[in-house]
Every structure is written in C-alpha cells, then in structure tokens.
C-alpha cells in the first residue's frame, strides 16, 4: 500500500490542453475587435510585434502542461518538475544572453512555463487558465494603449494639462482592456470546466461543482459586459476634448458593477429574489442618472431637463419600478422564495474564500488609493514637466543617494555635497534605497526604456507598493490572533487609514512605507512563535549558571524548531528594517515591553520563563547580528550611537538578565524574585540616571526618549515627524473610525 509520498500521479489528457488555445484565441478575438471599433478597421502594421509576446504566453504555458510527468511516485514528480524548472529559466537567460530572445519575452516565457509547470502538476488547472489570460491580457492591454492615439487639435486648455490628459487616456484604455481580458478569461474557465477540460482540485474551485452551473455562466458572462463597455466606450472617441468631458463609463463603474452582479447572484442563490431584484434596479437606474448627468441624453425627454417636471420623472420612475420590481419577486416569478434549510453553493464557497477574496480586494483597493490620484502629478510637475516628489527634501536625497548607486553600483557613504565644503557622511542605512536603485535596474533590463526613466519609475512606484502591502502582514496578524472577520476589518483599516497613506503615496520616496511593511511582518511572525509556545518546563531543575540560558536555546531548538524558526524570521524581518532605517529598535523596543509583562506574570503563575526567553533573545540576536556589519563601519558613527544601535545594547541586555533571574530562579518564593529583580533594574537605572546628571554618559536619554524623538529640544524641533500632533490633527490623521474603535477599545481595556 503507498503512502502520500509515494502516490502516482494521474494519467495525462489531452482536453488540458485545449484552455490554452482557447484563451489565446479569445483574447486575440477580443484585442481585434477593440482595435477595429478605435481605428475603423483592423490593420496589419505591427502586429506580428504586438502579438510575439501572448503567444510566447501561450507556447510556455503549454510547453509546462507537457512537460510534466505522469504514472510516477510523487516524490519522483517534484524533484524533476524542480530540475525542469530550473532547466526552463536557465535555457531563457541563454536565451536573452545571445539575443535570441528580449528579456520581457524571456521572463515571460520562463515564468509562464514554470507557472504552469507548478499549477499543473498540483491540480490547479482553473487558476492556470485565469493566470494565462491575466498574462495573455496584459500584454495585448499594453498593445492596445500603444495603438491608442486621440486627436489633440480641439483642445483649448493648457499645453501641460494636455499631457496629463493624454496619459490618462492610455491609462483607462489599458486597465479597461486589461480587466475586459481577465473577465473573460474567467468566463472561459468557467464556461469549460468540466466540459472541455477537467476540472482541477485547487482549493479555489474544488468547493465548485464540476460542471459550472448556468446561473454561475450567465453571472461571469455579465461580469464580462460590464467590463467590457468601457473599452468599447473608449474606442469610440476621436479628440482629446470628447474623453476630458467624461462623456462614458469607466473602469471605476465597471468595478462597481461587477460587484454588484456578484451580489444579485448571491442573493439569487441564497432565494433573496427581493433583495436582488431591488439592487439591481437601483444600480441600473444610478447608471441612467449618472448617463444623464454628464451629458449623454437619454430616449424619454422628460428626463433629461433640469426643471421639477424631470424631478418628478426620476422620482415616480424610481419609486414605481422598485413597487414593481418588489411585487414581481416577492410572487416568485425570479424563482423559489421559501426560505433554504441549508447554506447555497454559492454561501458555502464564499464562506471558505471570503477572507482571501475580502484580503486581495483590499490589497487592490490600497494600492490604487496610492497610486490613482498621484501618478500624473509625479510625472509632470507644474512649470517643468519633469518628474516630481512629494514629501519634503528627504525623498529627493534618497533620488540622489539611488542615482549614485546606479551609476557607480555602490552605496553612497561620503557624500561631499553635504555639509559643503566641510564634506559629511549619508547616515541612511543602504537596503532601502537599493532596492530603489535595483528596481530601477530591473525595469530597464526588462522594458529595455532608459536607465533614468526606470529608476524614476522605480523611485515613484515601489514606496507606494510597499505601502500597499502591509495589507497582508496586518490582515494576517489578526487573523492569527483573533479570526477571518478580524483580518479582513484589520486589512481594510490599513489600506484606507488616511495616517498611513499620506506616507506612502506614489512619489513619496521615503522609508516609512519600506520599514512599516517589515515591521508588520516580524510582528506577525512573533506572533507565530508565541501561539506554538507551550508552558511546560523544559528542564526539571532550574541551574544558575548564566549557561542555562545557552541550554535553553538548544533545547527549544531540538524540541520546539516551530517557535525558533519563526521567531528568527521575526529576527530577520527586524534586521531588514534595521538596514532601511535607523530608527528599527522600536519594534524589538516594543517586544522587549511585552516580553518583560509576561516574565512577571509568569513569576505569579510559577510557569518556566526559559522558552520565551529563548525565542526573544534568539529573535534579539538575529536582529542583531544581520545588521551589525553596516552600523560597525567607523565612518558612520552609529555603533553606540543613541539614534542607532546603541538601544540594541540595551534591550538584548535587559531581555538578557531578567531572562535569566526569572529562569535561573523560578522554583523561588515569587516575591524573592520580583523583589531581586526590581533591585536589580533599578540599581541599573539608578546608575544611567546618575551618570546622566553628571553628564558623563547619556544612557537615561537612550532609554527613555526614544532616540530624542519624544523629548522636545531645539535640533528636534525644527523636523515635522517629532511634534506631538493634536488630537484633532491625531484624531484626523487615523479616520474618525479608527480613532473611535481605538477609543472604545481603550476603554474596554481599562
């Protein structure tokens, strides 16, 4: 009998092939057409170059549906599809090495064929056809937008608004034509699951039946019109001045509407034909009014005045088709009414995918609040055209600090510009700005667009990415502590927190958004380490040896690898920040708190204070050590210096002896031991407190400023970031609710 190591994959069958053609076609299908409707007909310049790319696409996607093997163990399967893999990307850099191949058409291939190698082999067959189309489409998206041109002659405003108007022109028609592509991609998929292809055991569809029901095609197929009217609406302006006015529907309509498709056929199938019916109205009547309010006339008259025989129009309409609307659902004409005894498909799917669709929807929705409203402000600054920064002078040092690593491929460390002439030292750790400087090289490797306009591009755009990421490590951390409801309320509070996207907008090239991002994460992979922890002891005498500690290190390791593991990614996730900005040992900082609470109450509870010490100083010393290299280079300065590692010192110090007090003598009566420990600080304190005073050494500030950015004095006082705020502008700057959730939470908690 085999074992799970040893199962044999199925057998192969051709009809898995058939989805890839299958969305090739479509969306070339889809492609033509839009340019037929833009430019009145389809021509043939060009297109040989336009369509390279869908079809390496589509050849790589299938060459790894081929490629993988069958009737062997699974053990056997992962390990050549890994040296397949390998293989793949290796012969695609020879590839592009001798100019056989572009770098985007090898990255696409190579990507595409290991994609669909990994998705394959694991079953996943619907989120393959999906990931295709999302390629597929991109690339004819960028197609399309290229081919696009309005004609400017009929504009009358400014020539720098022109600018403006025409990229954001190219921008709708691609994200238009881009989420035409991805709906109908998932139209496809759905339409020949089961039929034409088999269905795959992903954990996305299995939940699914095999042959896709027609509500669930006729929902996807709506889906599909609603995105698709804005490229079509798109392709029917001529000038400049017709897609300024706004005469049309667009992506953000679209959005809404396929949201509100999804909702009417949930209400379908959970038998609240009301409900739906009454939504679906509403928003088709919302769309006629929005029609009719920029401009476009709609067939009856009487609607499209401004005079109180048109408000009653709209009134009575309205009012009527809801009466009537209400009244033919509630007979049952939509279907069935009775209440259901048991939870729909279509319940039971969303109720084990919410948290992921609720999670990436956030995500998306983060990152175009970032991103929407800024991206053609940065590329055409007022009076210069040129590229633009927002934030003070800080982003535009650290543009000069990526541009040095650019040209010279290596880190700026004496910068004779500043300070001149006396010359100075750029005290900013290095990570961030290479990765600024590395995204730019990579954008221009792969786009093959100059070195400088990729660099802009990569300064701009990655601040607000990284920005829009800490949706998952927060959703995540809530998750984790609490439910999928608190993840989901925890990921859409972050990515609409009007506090945290002021600092991470696109154009802002700053280390706020790089350090929260990690920060998060070691916070969520420290929480990771605390729920695998356990209260038992891990030796049955406690020793006094300063060795014990060491001991207790290698036991957790040996018999709880989980703990160690993850809280050394907290450690490494710490050292990242560390290596973006200085200001890193507020999270270990804030760690360290939390660890000294728990070591209390475990005196109380007489629990073994040993694994949590453990894991705190392994997490400690990894943060420590990973970093150090940098702050040891003796031109900076920021070894021992109060505003860099100097605080480390401290905190792995402290961590360090009440780790040990409370190990070391945890069998003690525990007033014994609280009463030594708090000696023991406070006779440390006391120490830092009086050398303070004789202005010997200023320990006391390190430990109780934060690094002077609490305490008001006159370098401080001049830097934004280090004035407590108001609590109207406090109040403002998070969102009323979530001011007021910290509020009431607050004083639950008292």
């Known amino acids: 009998m085999n074992d799970d190591n040893d199962a044999t994959v199925g057998v192969f069958s051709n009809e898995n092939l058939l989805p890839v053609p299958a969305v090739l076609a479509t969306l070339l299908v889809l492609f033509f057409g839009t340019d037929y409707v833009a430019n009145g007909g389809i021509e043939s310049d060009g297109y040989v170059d336009l369509l390279i790319l869908p079809v390496i696409a589509a050849l790589a996607a299938f060459l790894g549906m081929v490629l993988n093997t069958f009737g062997e163990s699974a053990s056997a399967t992962k390990s050549r599809n890994s040296l397949i893999s390998i293989l793949i990307i290796f012969i695609s850099y020879i590839l592009i090495e001798f100019s056989i191949l572009e770098p985007l058409e090898g990255f696409t291939f190579a990507f595409m064929a290991v994609s669909s190698l990994l998705l394959f082999i694991s079953g996943r067959n619907e989120e393959l056809t999906i990931l295709l189309s999302v390629v597929i489409g991109f690339h004819l998206a960028i197609s399309t937008a290229t081919r696009y041109s309005l004609d400017e002659t009929s504009w009358a405003g400014n020539p720098d608004e ?39 055991t992903g954990s996305w569809f299995s939940d699914l039946p095999s042959i896709m029901p027609n509500a669930g095609i006729i929902t996807a197929t709506a889906v599909f019109v609603v995105n698709l009217i804005p490229v079509i609406w798109l392709s029917t302006f001529d000038d400049v001045t017709s897609y300024d006015n706004h005469l049309y529907l667009g992506s953000v309509w679209a959005i809404f509407a396929t949201i509100v498709v999804i909702f009417v056929s949930f209400c379908n199938s959970e038998r609240w034909h009301v409900l739906g019916t009454v939504v679906a109205l509403n928003w088709v009547m919302y769309t006629l009014a929005h029609l009719q309010e920029i401009g476009n006339d709609l067939p009856l008259s009487q609607l499209n005045g401004d ?60 990152l175009a609040v970032r991103v929407g409203w800024n991206v053609l402000p940065a590329m055409n600054a007022a009076g210069t055209g040129l590229w633009d920064m927002s934030g003070g002078s800080d982003p535009w040092y650290m543009k000069r600090v990526v541009d040095y690593i650019v040209l010279e491929r290596s880190h700026l460390i004496v910068d004779a510009d500043r300070a001149y002439p006396m010359v100075a030292i750029n005290p900013r750790p290095p990570l961030f700005s290479w990765s600024l400087a590395l995204g730019g090289i990579l954008l221009s490797w792969l786009s093959g667009m100059s070195i400088e306009t990729s660099v802009w591009w990569s300064v701009a755009a990655l601040p607000a990415i990284f920005g829009a990421l800490i949706v998952l490590p927060i959703a995540a951390l809530a998750r984790k502590l609490h439910s999928n409801m608190a993840g989901i309320i925890a990921a859409w509070l972050i990515a609409l927190m009007p506090g945290h996207i002021s600092h991470s907008t696109f154009g802002l090239a700053d280390h706020d958004a790089f350090a929260m991002l990690f920060l998060a994460i070691a916070f ?27 001991a207790g290190i290698r036991k957790m390791w040996s018999e709880h690898t989980k703990v160690m593991a993850n809280a050394t990614l907290a450690g490494v996730s710490f050292a990242i920040v560390a290596l973006g900005w200085k200001g890193f040992v507020y999270g270990p900082g804030i760690l360290f708190i939390a660890f000294a609470f728990q070591v209390f109450f475990n005196m109380f509870r007489r629990r073994d204070s040993l694994p949590i010490t453990a894991a ?8 420590f050590v990973i970093p150090l290299p940098f702050y040891c280079r003796p031109e900076l300065g920021l070894l021992f210096d109060p505003s860099g590692f100097q605080p480390m010192f401290y905190i792995i110090g402290f961590t360090l002896a009440l780790g040990w007090i409370s190990s070391s003598y945890r069998d003690r009566p525990w007033l014994l031991v609280l009463g030594s420990t708090v000696v023991l600080m406070g006779s440390i304190l006391a120490v830092l407190y009086s050398l303070q005073r004789f202005n010997v050494y200023d320990g006391w500030d390190v430990l109780f400023t934060g690094g002077f950015y609490f305490s008001k004095n006159k370098i401080f006082g001049t830097i934004g970031e280090a004035q407590a705020p108001s609590r109207g502008v406090l109040f403002a700057s998070y969102g009323p609710i979530v001011s007021l959730i910290a509020i009431f939470v607050s004083v639950i908690l008292l």
């Open 616 to 623: 705190s100083l392994q997490m400690m010393l990894t943060a």
């Open 307 to 366: 005079g109180n025989i048109s408000l009653f129009t709209w009134f009575l309409l309205v009012f009527w088709l809801n009466v009537g609307g209400m009244m033919i659902a509630a007979s049952g004409r939509f279907g069935d009414i009775s209440p259901r005894r048991d939870n729909s498909e279509f319940r039971k799917w969303w109720n084990q995918h919410s948290y992921g669709v609720m999670v990436s929807l956030a995500l998306f929705v983060a």
């Open 524 to 550: 969520y992979y420290w929480v990771k380490a605390m729920n695998s922890l356990t209260n038992q002891r891990l030796f049955n005498t406690p020793s006094l040896s300063p060795l014990y500690i060491v």
């Open 162 to 200: 022109l600018i403006d108007v025409v990229r954001s022109s190219i921008g709708s028609i691609f994200f238009a034509s881009w989420a035409a592509s991805i709906s109908l991609g998932v139209l496809l998929t759905l339409a020949m699951r089961g039929r034409f292809a088999t269905p795959g």
